[in-house]
């Protein structure tokens, strides 16, 4: 184990602060701090308080980050975010401690420019709001800029050009590409033959990695504060299982973790599929069907509503979803424990009469909704970062934001909602 004095050097250094700064970020004296940095052997040496050690451990960028991420999820030497199953464990947490790191970034009280001189590449040729908005913003919060492009309409591919060509021009002309695409396998294709960076901002019902890593961050967030665990843990996912892209990737990346109880609750015609329940079977967990929310709803720790994937079915599966899979406060009061997380991937439908995640939870602080897309920003920042490899250069990039931000986002937000 490394002696105090290695450890606070390590950080100063890493943190790039002087020792009067230093003192300042662990909430010290210059003077405590001199007689902790002093060696072993001397009269003076005091050992640090636990407090002062705490502080230190939790320091953001203060420890090293783990080193080779970037190889380690993208092998071959292709440096693309395809699929979550790209990540082992020790990856994904890896990669949920870069975005850790992240936070006073996100939460806008410290400013890095890092990425200054990059160029993101955001091509959505599906609807985005929260996606698309949130790798942009992650980017430029690196210091990055974005060129953007929406809709087959106004893009090339209008004109009939294919993948491969449109993939390797933008490729000539950013330093990471994120593509939202309404075929499955799409994105990999776009990917496969350019070298730059290519993240699958969601391909047609395949997958949605990055939102699978935002909502795992969040889930263990949340469990930090209730004093859980992933590990063990019971998760219901309500709704169009088949055709929800996001719930593909969150069942894959969740079955990284040990002894979890998946509840599947969707109509018949909208189960989860197939090869997706054996893949999380075969990795040792439960999974249980259930046809409502009474008989699947109880002991759950999350439950993750989605939204119906109109824009992938015809009228008479639409015509046929059963009102019995809304999600609002009645329901969730009386099914659910005091400390289930309510979870959705977003957008849901606010339209009169939908069937989707009721607005009546939004003052609850089960309801974590928000808290979930604002993880969003955290995430997406790691992924670019340890794309483009730049993660273990933002500690010591780090300056105050100057600017006046508000102590919380919005009025209505749960409690448990802060910014800093
Ligand atoms: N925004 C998510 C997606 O793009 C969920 C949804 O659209 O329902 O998959």
């Given at each position: 184990?490394?002696?105090?004095?290695?450890?606070?050097?390590?950080?100063?250094?890493?943190?790039?602060?002087?020792?009067?700064?230093?003192?300042?970020?662990?909430?010290?004296?210059?003077?405590?701090?001199?007689?902790?940095?002093?060696?072993?052997?001397?009269?003076?040496?005091?050992?640090?308080?636990?407090?002062?050690?705490?502080?230190?451990?939790?320091?953001?960028?203060?420890?090293?980050?783990?080193?080779?991420?970037?190889?380690?999820?993208?092998?071959?030497?292709?440096?693309?975010?395809?699929?979550?199953?790209?990540?082992?464990?020790?990856?994904?947490?890896?990669?949920?401690?870069?975005?850790?790191?992240?936070?006073?970034?996100?939460?806008?009280?410290?400013?890095?420019?890092?990425?200054?001189?990059?160029?993101?590449?955001?091509?959505?040729?599906?609807?985005?709001?929260?996606?698309?908005m949130s790798f942009a913003t992650a980017f430029c919060r690196l210091g990055g800029s974005v060129?953007?492009?929406?809709?087959?309409?106004?893009?090339?591919?209008?004109?009939?050009?294919?993948?491969?060509?449109?993939?390797?021009?933008?490729?000539?002309?950013?330093?990471?590409?994120?593509?939202?695409?309404?075929?499955?396998?799409?994105?990999?294709?776009?990917?496969?033959?350019?070298?730059?960076?290519?993240?699958?901002?969601?391909?047609?019902?395949?997958?949605?990695?990055?939102?699978?890593?935002?909502?795992?961050?969040?889930?263990?967030?949340?469990?930090?504060?209730?004093?859980k665990k992933v590990d063990g843990a019971h998760i219901a996912m309500v709704g169009d299982l088949?055709?929800?892209?996001?719930?593909?990737?969150?069942?894959?990346?969740?079955?990284?973790?040990?002894?979890?109880?998946?509840?599947?609750?969707?109509?018949?015609?909208?189960?989860?599929?197939?090869?997706?329940?054996?893949?999380?079977?075969?990795?040792?967990?439960?999974?249980?069907?259930?046809?409502?929310?009474?008989?699947?709803?109880?002991?759950?720790?999350?439950?993750?509503?989605?939204?119906?994937?109109?824009?992938?079915?015809?009228?008479?599966?639409?015509?046929?979803?059963?009102?019995?899979?809304?999600?609002?406060?009645?329901?969730?009061?009386?099914?659910?424990?005091?400390?289930?997380?309510?979870?959705?991937?977003?957008?849901?439908?606010?339209?009169?009469?939908?069937?989707?995640?009721?607005?009546?939870?939004?003052?609850?602080?089960?309801?974590?909704?928000?808290?979930?897309?604002?993880?969003?920003?955290?995430?997406?920042?790691?992924?670019?970062?340890?794309?483009?490899?730049?993660?273990?250069?933002?500690?010591?990039?780090?300056?105050?934001?100057?600017?006046?931000?508000?102590?919380?986002?919005?009025?209505?937000?749960?409690?448990?909602?802060?910014l800093t």
């Amino acid at each position: 184990m490394k002696s105090q004095q290695d450890r606070l050097r390590e950080a100063m250094k890493r943190l790039a602060l002087t020792r009067d700064d230093f003192a300042a970020r662990l909430g010290v004296t210059r003077r405590a701090l001199d007689t902790w940095l002093l060696p072993d052997g001397s009269k003076e040496h005091r050992a640090m308080p636990a407090m002062a050690a705490k502080v230190l451990a939790e320091l953001p960028g203060a420890r090293a980050l783990p080193a080779g991420l970037r190889e380690r999820i993208t092998p071959r030497g292709k440096p693309h975010l395809l699929s979550v199953e790209q990540f082992d464990r020790a990856a994904v947490e890896d990669l949920l401690a870069v975005a850790e790191s992240m936070e006073p970034i996100a939460r806008r009280a410290k400013v890095t420019r890092v990425l200054e001189g990059a160029v993101l590449a955001n091509l959505f040729f599906e609807p985005s709001t929260r996606t698309r908005m949130s790798f942009a913003t992650a980017f430029c919060r690196l210091g990055g800029s974005v060129c953007d492009t929406t809709g087959f309409t106004f893009s090339s591919m209008a004109k009939g050009e294919s993948i491969e060509d449109t993939s390797r021009v933008i490729a000539g002309y950013a330093d990471a590409i994120v593509v939202r695409h309404p075929d499955q396998g799409s994105v990999a294709r776009f990917a496969k033959g350019v070298h730059v960076p290519v993240i699958n901002g969601g391909d047609g019902v395949g997958e949605h990695p990055t939102q699978a890593l935002l909502d795992l961050y969040t889930i263990r967030r949340e469990f930090a504060r209730l004093g859980k665990k992933v590990d063990g843990a019971h998760i219901a996912m309500v709704g169009d299982l088949k055709h929800g892209r996001t719930v593909h990737s969150l069942i894959r990346l969740l079955s990284l973790f040990k002894g979890l109880t998946f509840t599947l609750l969707a109509p018949p015609s909208l189960e989860m599929p197939g090869d997706l329940v054996a893949h999380a079977e075969a990795a040792g967990h439960k999974v249980r069907r259930a046809a409502s929310l009474k008989d699947g709803l109880k002991k759950v720790d999350v439950l993750y509503a989605t939204r119906i994937q109109k824009e992938r079915m015809s009228g008479e599966a639409l015509e046929t979803y059963p009102l019995d899979f809304r999600i609002d406060k009645k329901r969730v009061d009386a099914l659910c424990q005091k400390d289930t997380i309510v979870m959705h991937p977003l957008p849901r439908d606010g339209t009169p009469g939908s069937n989707d995640l009721a607005t009546d939870l939004d003052n609850d602080p089960r309801l974590a909704i928000f808290r979930q897309t604002d993880a969003g920003i955290p995430v997406r920042m790691a992924v670019f970062a340890v794309l483009l490899g730049v993660e273990n250069l933002v500690a010591g990039s780090l300056r105050d934001a100057p600017w006046i931000s508000p102590p919380r986002i919005g009025s209505g937000d749960a409690p448990f909602h802060r910014l800093t």
